[in-house]
């Protein structure tokens, strides 16, 4: 669609501005629920205000794990330990045994051992896949080697969110260690020589309920639409200064929202941003508890959610990876091209950077934007090796850097504030489905109708393809309809692929893959026909596809308003 746009006042980013307010927020360790922590939000919130934001700040309960002292010892003697997030605390003494060497604890690692009752030493940083495993397999603790010799901090829940009563059982139930690189590596050799090694832990945290808060900022769009907004948003909290992760990220959302505000007049929809609490400590709780908490607000009113995270890292040159959903892919190629020398090449949005929102059906984009090169090497990491440290000090923010992400930052923002129609394409999405379910046609037979959904899915690609060849919206009206039906394709279509179909639930912090609710049928594809298992699997499959379809035919709906409006 052909739009006339307004300029984005990129050129008016002002490094001094963020690094003097970043100077501000590098004083403060921000633990989740502390009072340093509200100290720091309070800076922001005047900030702010200043900026012409109409603000608020949000408490609520959270379920928030802040670690304490790590002791392990080896055969004795004392080495350098943390505990992680989420850790159960040691009984006193600690725990003592020989360790069991499970690899990077995969699920690979895992099978086919007897670990209950074991401490497991595992290569690698500690992960919520890593926990889960551990809980299922009845070990008593885990230890962690890190990749280097700095150890990371890192915060091991699956869930998403603070617990309920539902999910309070898969909470980890190990004594949850990390240590460097050579100690880990002495420990391990010394195991697989043959050594009865034996190790003691003793672990540290304060697990349980603290009132957070959200700084939320506020200006909204014309007076005379319905209050559409785009969210943008960061987490607040740090594991100690946290001055890249996530200060200058904080810095750089306050200077996106200082120059759009001073553009105001040219924004088609409002802009809300949000400072969230509990990310490093709560695995989300701020983000996710927002979301329950204004659920239906956000699905009648968000377009979509830019989440930032730890800008302008020192050396942190590469930005063509960074994350968004199939819709987003284009306008993030769009800003990582002009701003930077990189051709984008992008990558699907995971379960990380409180996305708290795929649920209700809101399209997202970035989280972490530029990494360092070489993140691949062990001794390297894509956010820097101080990320997680108490080395996360200002002298990690290079200022050109913090310019340019917030450059791109500021793109994709304004571009979501004034273009005309929103800058959606569902066409890459529909597209992105056709292509996992012809796989998976080619691998079933007759037991469920897919040549049914595949049908529904070229209508609604034909359909996405006629509304990209439209013209500009004849006037306001034009505009509002066409684009209220396109948050209703996002409605129907973003929980078909980011969860498992429960647009009320947050789907765990694990890997997850692409188009989740065809899961069911990809474990009918793997089985044998005609056997007890494909019949089991067929109906579970045969729920899937009414579920698809489903919401295909809400994208269908939607589309062809859209199209109607702009006819």
């Not at 307010?21 to 205000?49: C, P, Q, Y």
Request: glycine share 8%; charged share 20%.
């Amino acid at each position: 669609m052909s739009q006339l746009l307004p300029k984005v006042p990129s050129n008016a980013v002002s490094g001094a501005e963020m690094m003097d307010n970043l100077r501000h927020i590098a004083h403060w360790v921000k633990l989740s629920g502390t009072d340093e922590e509200r100290e720091a939000l309070n800076f922001i919130e005047k900030r702010m205000r200043d900026y012409g934001y109409t603000t608020k700040i949000l408490l609520h309960d959270a379920y928030i794990s802040l670690p304490g002292a790590a002791s392990v010892r080896v055969a004795g003697k004392p080495i350098k330990a943390i505990t992680q997030s989420f850790s159960c605390p040691s009984p006193p003494g600690g725990i003592s045994g020989i360790p069991v060497y499970i690899g990077h604890g995969t699920e690979e690692d895992f099978a086919d051992k007897d670990l209950r009752g074991r401490i497991l030493l595992m290569e690698g940083m500690a992960t919520p896949a890593a926990a889960r495993r551990a809980r299922l397999a009845g070990a008593i603790a885990e230890l962690h080697i890190s990749h280097h010799e700095h150890i990371h901090e890192m915060c091991i829940s699956p869930i998403w969110g603070s617990p309920g009563e539902a999910s309070l059982a898969e909470l980890p139930t190990t004594v949850v260690c990390s240590i460097s690189h050579a100690e880990g590596s002495a420990l391990r050799k010394a195991l697989q020589a043959g050594r009865q090694t034996l190790i003691t832990m003793e672990a540290e945290v304060d697990t349980g309920w603290r009132k957070t808060p959200i700084l939320v900022a506020e200006l909204p769009g014309p007076a005379e639409e319905d209050n559409p907004f785009v969210l943008f948003s960061g987490h607040h909290d740090t594991w100690y200064h946290g001055v890249m992760d996530n200060g200058s990220a904080n810095a750089g959302m306050m200077e996106v929202a200082r120059l759009c505000a001073k553009n105001h007049s040219a924004w088609q929809r409002g802009l809300r941003i949000c400072f969230w609490s509990g990310h490093s400590h709560g695995r989300y709780s701020g983000s996710a508890w927002y979301a329950d908490a204004h659920w239906q607000e956000l699905d009648q009113f968000c377009v979509a959610h830019v989440n930032v995270d730890s800008l302008g890292g020192m050396g942190a040159t590469v930005l063509a990876n960074a994350a968004a959903m199939a819709e987003l892919h284009d306008l993030a190629h769009e800003a990582i091209s002009i701003h930077t020398n990189e051709t984008y090449k992008g990558k699907r949005k995971n379960r990380s950077s409180d996305d708290s929102f795929v649920g209700i059906g809101i399209p997202s984009m970035f989280g972490t934007l530029s990494e360092q090169p070489h993140k691949h090497q062990a001794a390297r990491n894509a956010l820097g090796w101080w990320w997680h440290t108490a080395d996360d000090l200002i002298d990690k923010v290079d200022e050109t850097n913090l310019v340019r992400d917030t450059r791109v930052m500021l793109h994709v923002v304004w571009r979501l504030l004034t273009n005309p129609i929103l800058p959606l394409n569902h066409l890459a999405m529909l597209e992105s489905l056709q292509s996992e379910i012809d796989v998976l046609a080619t691998r079933l037979d007759d037991t469920i109708p897919i040549s049914r959904l595949q049908t529904s899915l070229l209508e609604a690609i034909d359909l996405a393809e006629r509304l990209g060849k439209l013209g500009a919206p004849k006037g306001t009206q034009a505009a509002r309809k066409c684009n209220a039906a396109l948050m209703r394709v996002s409605r129907a279509l973003v929980p078909a692929d980011y969860t498992d179909g429960d647009r009320f639930l947050h789907p765990h912090a694990l890997p997850m893959p692409a188009w989740a609710t065809l899961e069911p049928i990809r474990r009918l594809a793997e089985t044998t026909a005609g056997t007890d298992a494909a019949k089991f699997a067929a109906v579970d499959a045969l729920r899937a596809q009414n579920r698809i379809t489903f919401a295909i035919t809400q994208a269908k709906e939607a589309l062809n308003e859209a199209i109607f409006a702009l006819a």
